[in-house]
């Protein structure tokens, strides 16, 4: 059989105009037009042209923006509409329904920062520890906690979670006691002056209404001992009463660290 021509794959194509979808997807629907079993460097020849041509836009690795050649669109734009979809089917695809958005990515959705302008999501799950591209730039951070006898906690720190609707998904994401823990827990040191002067707003903000339930079930958890210390240390400069809160919980469930 003679090789498939842009012509004839074109029309086929045309079903997934302004969609984002995977090699494996269009891979499927050009094979139903040839009787032969195609490779896949015929299929990633096919997008070389198809991209050549203006027809596709690569988001990553075998994923791919479809198009008319005269429509324009741009990176800034695909991630605007698509980021939360692609985010919940990275996830879905990636980790079980055991999961939520943590940490500083929990506490720009609480304060509503564009999270969009930021490079990657945190996603605390049961056992995945990785970082993978969902789209252009944007990245996810997938972590997992696990207790001394090496079992997961994920269980015990999505009880204080909540659900929020997003374009494209329903996701759950930490309340602000928990986001704060996490991204107290092991701040990289480039972030760490940023993440003092965020959480001191928060503080300010909130420390009179923090939920110290949760507090106090976290710190049980024998997770966040390094959290607590620097929680403590920020809380001291913030409000004397909240530092106290938090100094009493670290005397009675944890220790002092130099943090």
Not at 7 to 13: F, G, K
Not at 125 to 153: G, H, P, R, W
Not at 167 to 194: D, F, N
Request: glycine share 2%.
């Amino acid at each position: 059989m003679k090789s498939l021509t842009l012509p004839q794959v074109i029309p086929t194509l045309s079903k997934f105009y302004h969609k984002v979808v995977s090699i494996s997807v269009i891979k499927a629907h050009i094979q139903d037009m040839t009787d032969q079993a195609l490779k896949d460097t015929q299929i990633y020849k096919i997008m070389y042209h198809l991209r050549a041509k203006g027809y596709i836009i690569s988001c990553k690795k075998d994923l791919f923006y479809i198009k008319p050649p005269e429509s324009i669109i741009t990176q800034e734009e695909i991630i605007d509409q698509r980021y939360w979809k692609l985010l919940y089917q990275h996830c879905h695809h990636d980790c079980t329904s055991q999961r939520y958005i943590g940490g500083i990515s929990a506490l720009e959705i609480i304060t509503g920062i564009s999270y969009l302008s930021t490079d990657e999501v945190i996603i605390i799950n049961e056992s995945k520890t990785a970082k993978e591209v969902i789209c252009f730039d944007k990245k996810i951070s997938y972590k997992s906690y696990n207790n001394n006898q090496n079992e997961s906690l994920l269980r015990s720190t999505k009880k204080h979670t909540t659900s929020i609707s997003l374009p494209g998904a329903k996701i759950k994401h930490a309340a602000l006691e928990l986001a704060i823990l996490e991204t107290l827990y092991s701040p990289p040191r480039a972030q760490q002056a940023y993440i003092t002067q965020f959480i001191t707003k928060l503080l300010k903000k909130h420390k009179k209404t923090l939920n110290w339930s949760v507090f106090e079930s976290m710190i049980k958890l024998g997770k966040f001992h390094s959290s607590f210390n620097r929680l403590y240390k920020i809380c001291k400069d913030v409000d004397p009463l909240t530092a106290q809160h938090i100094q009493i919980l670290i005397k009675k469930y944890s220790y002092v660290m130099d943090v």
